[in-house]
């Protein structure tokens, strides 16, 4: 059981706009940024987001993110098929004194 | 550009010590702009963080995992080091060591994961 509430599958068009919600608790979310990675298959994951709404360089502008009190999301504008993924919000513990994860959220290009 | 590589063998027998290492290339262990971590991905799972370390040597564990884990540096050798003792088929996952900066909080590097299977 993850610390961070995910929703295990998404699914969108190509073109359409698809947001992933992450929700934790005071401890971790509510009192720390939130980072989103993106794991393609096989693969290690990469942030895709970080402290919040942060793009890395050579990141889409496609991707953005927010939080709010106790809970974050990601959304994906202009889904592409490459676009298919899973995708892990993560944040600081301060109960743990490091990283919790959502259980990931499976993202499929219909 | 630094890039990380775990290493170790990728089948352990039940109740035995599994062993992995990273290797940092590119940059050092010793920048205090980072703690050095370890995560794994049991098959068809998420992410699970086990453990990191300061390049002073200051740890910090998963309570789910710490009576059972123990992270090491050796600045001289630029690598990191996780030991997973009494392992049972539930610790067979991808293993990946990774960059946590700091600042941020965020894993901005990762090695390219290693698989280790427990079974007999």
């Known amino acids: 059981q993850s610390v961070l509430t995910q929703p295990p599958s998404a699914s969108g068009t190509p073109g359409q706009r698809v947001t992933i919600s992450c929700s934790g608790s005071?401890?971790?979310?509510?009192?720390?940024?939130v980072n989103w990675y993106q794991q393609l298959p096989g693969t290690a994951p990469k942030v895709l987001i970080y402290?919040?709404?942060q793009r890395p360089s050579g990141v889409p502008d496609r991707f953005s993110g927010s939080k709010s009190g106790t809970s974050a999301s990601l959304a994906i504008s202009g889904l592409q098929s490459e676009d298919e993924a899973d995708y892990y919000c993560?944040?600081?513990?301060?109960?743990?004194?490091?990283?919790?994860f959502g259980g990931g959220t499976e993202l499929t290009v219909l | 550009q630094v890039q990380l590589q775990e290493s170790g063998p990728g089948l352990v027998k039940p109740s035995e010590t599994l062993s992995l290492t990273c290797t940092v290339s590119?940059?050092?262990?010793?920048?205090?702009?980072?703690?050095w971590s370890w995560i794994r991905q049991p098959p068809g799972k998420g992410l699970e963080w086990i453990a990191y370390?300061?390049?002073?040597?200051?740890?910090n564990y998963n309570p789910s995992l710490k009576s059972r884990v123990t992270i090491s540096v050796d600045t001289s050798k630029n690598q990191f080091s996780l030991k997973l003792r009494s392992v049972t088929a539930a610790d067979t996952a991808v293993y990946y060591c990774?960059?946590?900066?700091?600042?941020?909080?965020?894993?901005?590097?990762w090695g390219k994961g290693t698989t280790v299977t427990v079974s007999s």
């Open positions: 990774a960059r946590l900066l700091i600042g941020r909080l965020d894993m901005d590097v």
């Open positions: 590119g940059g050092s262990v010793t920048s205090g702009s980072y703690y």
């Open positions: 370390i300061y390049y002073s040597g200051s740890t």
């Open positions: 005071s401890s971790n979310i509510g009192s720390n940024t």
């Open positions: 402290t919040n709404n």
């Open positions: 993560a944040t600081w513990d301060d109960s743990l004194h490091g990283p919790v």
